[in-house]
């Protein structure tokens, strides 16, 4: 049975800054994520429960990226989110 055409995306440049969202942009939040938890917790416990937290979160962040009605905004919200998990880690890095 094929899908219904109008919940498909039309625009192949939408179809491609979604699929680039879901997999570069929502490996950026999970891996800043992480790291900004190294930076406020207990190394050793992050590192433990990386292994397993970081494929679901990830999952998680495609599934979000495929349902936002647009590419440019998800886009958006995924380097901010990133950049706010990041911006104490490379602050550390600087003034430590």
């Known amino acids: 049975m094929p899908a219904n ?3 498909l995306t039309a625009s192949p440049w939408q179809r491609l800054l979604k699929i680039t969202a879901a ?3 929502g ?8 790291l900004f938890l190294m930076y406020c917790c207990n190394k050793k416990d ?3 429960t ?7 979160i990830w999952v998680a962040l495609m599934i979000i990226a495929f349902l ?18 990041f911006a104490p ?3 550390g890095m600087i003034f430590k």
């Open 5 to 7: 055409k109008k919940h």
């Open 68 to 85: 936002a009605k647009s590419g440019w905004k998800i886009w958006g919200w995924y380097l901010l989110i990133g950049t706010l998990f």
């Open 46 to 48: 992050v590192l433990v």
């Open 27 to 34: 490996y950026f939040v999970t891996s800043s994520f992480l």
């Open 50 to 56: 990386m292994k397993f937290m970081a494929y679901l």
């Open 89 to 91: 880690s490379i602050y």
């Open 23 to 25: 997999i570069v942009g």
